[in-house]
């Protein structure tokens, strides 16, 4: 069997190629850092077998974050193992330099030039350029699995390493001696290469001054040897790689933004409401047309009415859950594969960057967190691509607080009950709240456990491109598989979990909506105290809360379970109506915003839990969930308390207190900082200008 | 040359003009992984760039080097040394 590891700049088609080689479907996308763990796949071609090994992108042998680490020493351990080194042909000259890198190193290359675009900026003499480097030189297109078998053979019969003319060139630059040891050193090391623990001068974290006027020396010898060797070898237009008109709407100050925001919109609306809900919409007819005859039957053969329920409730309720979810998830991934394709992307990041970074965020986030605003679940999973490791678990952290769309039943229904036409404004707040909510948490988690590494955001742009559909069907189908296997199983046995709470005593008899105290009352009940500071310290509310984990629809449907009206038959205003009867449930009007507020930012239900505990780990979900529940309850309770003084004593003059407490913190804020600033210089009584520059 | 003149032509990246093309001329201190990243990204003494577009506050510089266009932090670029 032969080793293969596969190596090259960020997006420039590694995973492409891996996927085509060795018949993978690995995720990929037209801008930096898709890939960020190393992946395996064997496969047979032309009589013999390969490990094809797919790394991240790394720009040299030395690596800045995490996952060129682990390209870097996946490379420096298997050092005897046959490289293939992918380029862009469209961005070569930038790509050759991780090829100089290779060859000084030693290690056996074989160069596969990609054409992933068709505009060709760069027509490159493959010859050429094998005869000036001394190795095998294939013309490929990763997409379309042209030139795969010429490389297959190359790998075969790969040549050994030349040693290139201009490592011996460095002999006659001025710090010669320094810049010969240092590329010397990379060579020998780099063949003998055990111990991860022994680190090269490339791989280093900390370097000394001489060494890095060496590499910067070594870099400008490298590069005028890539100037020579292209200007050999290849035909350029003189266009620049990633350049657009579009960019000039794409990026400008006043457009960017609104175009963004257009682009945005357009994908919640098809997601969320328009082609999403249509889909459903017609998966939960095609449910009800399946399983209507099934429970018919099952009725009428008498089965005990406990498992009659069961399926009814438990299970086909949860695949029902589950698969109302699965259109939105699915058409949501469509587009975010358009948009990763299409390279506005590393636009988005870049326009973002700024105003995010004051939080602690990267430009990256901003995806993620407005598809929050749809789906939390989905909306965390795309948070995986960020480099930073703590922007991306504060992302994933935040994507709760974006109010999510099966959030606006719990808005509509109960806030629709109680303030009627100025509900609008009600739920405008909400969503209000929710960023402020998240911004803050932000700033705090930025400052305290999840400080951002900002050192990261240098992003290349990619070109616009369009892309294949057999790929996006790939994609799709790979997300709806994901989503129903891991998401899916965790909401069914959760559903099941409220059901058995719900239809049952803590003495395990049955009541099936007949007389008894459930176990989830009974839970309810018992939490009712800690919730009355909120304003809904009632049974039937906090078991809503309860039920609410599971999926938030269920809130409003428990609710109205409680109050003996079925959801099922009637529609939302009407269901609005009925429950503006249900005065016993809420005392007044603060304590519904209080309940509005608390849905709001408790924990998300248990498929965003479930993503969230794949992609951050058991410990930062802890976290999160602790975080907002402790978030949840302060806000609702401050909010109560404000509602309930100005229904009380008027709006106005609780603002203008609020307004007054307000002034004298900040005048006693600036007071003690304008003290704390004041140092006096050595023999100054203050009077000079230096006493006031620390 | 006087020493004004000297200074108006001198100058960091990050204080680099939209639309204006530079030379780079060296570097100062700065974090060394980051001078690393930026050598083998072809900021190399000689070398020319562009600043194509800046973020609306200008903490983001988009670079033209190589051929290729670069979006940095400002606060990178400061230890980049340029001339018109």
């Given at each position: ?5 596969l ?21 990929v996308?037209?801008?930096h850092?898709v ?7 064997v ?5 013999e ?6 790394t ?27 490289i ?88 006659f630059?001025?710090?010669?001696k ?51 060797v292209i200007?050999q ?56 047309v ?7 039957a099952?009725?009428n053969?008498?089965t ?6 069961l ?13 109302s ?23 988005i990041?870049?326009i ?17 967190l ?11 999973m ?11 678990i ?26 009627g ?9 909400l969503y ?20 951002s ?14 892309t294949?559909?057999v ?5 799709l ?15 069914i ?6 059901w ?39 049974w ?7 039920a ?8 409003v ?21 009925m ?17 509005l ?30 975080i ?7 806000v ?28 004298v ?10 003290f704390?600033?004041?140092k ?15 | ?28 201190d700065g ?21 194509v ?11 033209e080097?190589?051929?290729?266009l ?7 670029l400061?230890c ?5």
């Amino acid at each position: 069997m032969i080793d293969v590891l596969l190596v090259g700049n960020p997006n420039a088609g590694k995973t492409t190629l891996f996927n085509s080689l060795a018949h993978a479907n690995e995720h990929v996308g037209n801008w930096h850092g898709v890939t960020v763990d190393a992946k395996e796949k064997v496969f047979s071609s032309q009589g013999e077998q390969f490990r094809l090994v797919d790394t991240p992108g790394i720009y040299s042998l030395s690596p800045l974050s995490f996952e060129e680490r682990v390209a870097v020493d996946m490379l420096f351990q298997n050092a005897d193992k046959k490289i293939i080194n992918i380029c862009d042909q469209n961005n070569l000259r930038r790509n050759l330099y991780l090829t100089l890198c290779l060859l000084e190193s030693g290690f056996d290359v074989v160069l596969a030039v990609n054409e992933i675009d068709r505009k060709q900026i760069c027509k490159v003499d493959c010859e050429k350029l094998s005869a000036l480097l001394g190795i095998d030189v294939v013309k490929i297109n990763a997409q379309k699995k042209r030139g795969l078998d010429e490389l297959v053979s190359s790998l075969k019969n790969a040549k050994k390493t030349p040693i290139l003319p201009y490592v011996k060139k460095i002999n006659f630059q001025e710090n010669a001696k320094k810049t010969r040891k240092f590329v010397e050193k990379n060579k020998i090391i780099a063949k003998t290469e055990t111990n991860s623990s022994q680190k090269l001068p490339e791989q280093k974290s900390e370097i000394s001054h001489e060494e890095l006027a060496a590499f910067h020396e070594v870099s400008k010898i490298r590069y005028a040897f890539i100037d020579e060797v292209i200007r050999q070898s290849c035909t350029c237009t003189g266009q620049v790689y990633g350049e657009s008109k579009f960019d000039k709407i794409a990026l400008n100050k006043w457009l960017a933004f609104p175009l963004f925001l257009c682009v945005l919109a357009g994908i919640f609306y098809l997601t969320f409401f328009s082609l999403g809900a249509f889909l459903s919409d017609m998966l939960g007819k095609l449910l009800e047309v399946l399983t209507t005859p099934i429970l018919t039957a099952l009725k009428n053969s008498g089965t005990a009415a406990v498992f009659v329920d069961l399926f009814e409730h438990a299970i086909l309720g949860g695949v029902g859950t589950v698969l109302s979810f699965l259109p939105q998830v699915v058409l949501l991934f469509f587009f975010l594969a358009l948009l990763e394709d299409s390279g506005y992307m590393s636009r988005i990041a870049f326009i973002f960057e700024d105003i995010l970074g004051r939080v602690g965020l990267s430009g990256k986030s901003v995806y993620t967190l407005l598809m929050g605003f749809g789906c939390s679940t989905s909306a965390i999973m795309t948070a995986r691509n960020m480099e930073d490791r703590n922007a991306k678990i504060k992302t994933a952290i935040l994507c709760p607080y974006m109010s999510c769309s099966a959030k606006i039943p719990i808005y509509t229904v109960i806030g629709g009950a109680f303030f009627g036409a100025k509900n609008i404004f009600v739920i405008l707040g909400l969503y209000l709240l929710g960023v402020i909510v998240a911004i803050t948490i932000s700033k705090i988690l930025d400052v305290t456990l999840l400080k951002s590494q900002k050192q990261s955001f240098i992003l290349e742009f990619p070109p616009y491109r369009t892309t294949s559909m057999v790929r996006i069907g790939k994609i799709l189908w790979k997300n709806a598989k994901e989503f129903l296997v891991r998401v899916g199983s965790v909401m069914i046995s959760m559903n099941i979990i409220v059901w058995l709470l719900s239809s049952f005593t803590f003495s395990f008899k049955y009541i099936g909506g007949g007389e008894g105290v459930s176990m989830l009352e009974q839970i309810g009940r018992l939490l009712c105290p800690v919730f009355a500071p909120l304003g809904f310290g009632n049974w039937a509310i906090v078991s809503s809360l309860l039920a609410g984990l599971v999926a938030k629809e269920v809130v409003v449907s428990s609710i109205a379970m409680f109050n003996g009206i079925d959801l099922n038959a009637t529609k939302l205003l009407s269901a609005s109506i009925m429950l503006s009867t249900s005065v016993v449930f809420f005392a007044s009007r603060a304590s519904v915003i209080s309940f509005l507020i608390f849905c709001l930012l408790y924990t998300p239900c248990m498929a965003s839990i479930s993503m969230l505990l794949s992609e951050i780990g058991r410990k930062w979900t802890a976290i999160s969930i602790l975080i907002q529940l402790l978030t949840a309850y302060v806000v609702a309770f401050v909010a109560y308390n404000l509602c309930f003084a100005c229904e009380i004593f008027g709006f106005w003059e609780i603002f203008l207190t609020i307004f007054c407490i307000f002034a004298v913190f900040f005048a006693f804020f600036v007071i003690f900082r304008k003290f704390k600033r004041r140092k006096f210089c050595q023999n100054c009584t203050g009077s000079c200008k230096n006493c006031f520059k620390k | 040359m006087p020493c004004g003149a000297i200074k108006f032509l001198m100058m960091t990246l990050d204080k680099a003009v939209r639309g204006s093309v530079y030379e780079i001329v060296g570097f100062s201190d700065g974090q060394e992984a980051v001078l690393r990243r930026f050598f083998e990204l072809g900021f190399v003494q000689g070398e020319r760039v562009k600043v194509v577009s800046t973020s609306l506050q200008k903490k983001v510089f988009l670079v033209e080097i190589h051929g290729y266009l670069l979006s940095v932090r400002a606060s990178l670029l400061s230890c980049v040394q340029v001339k018109i």
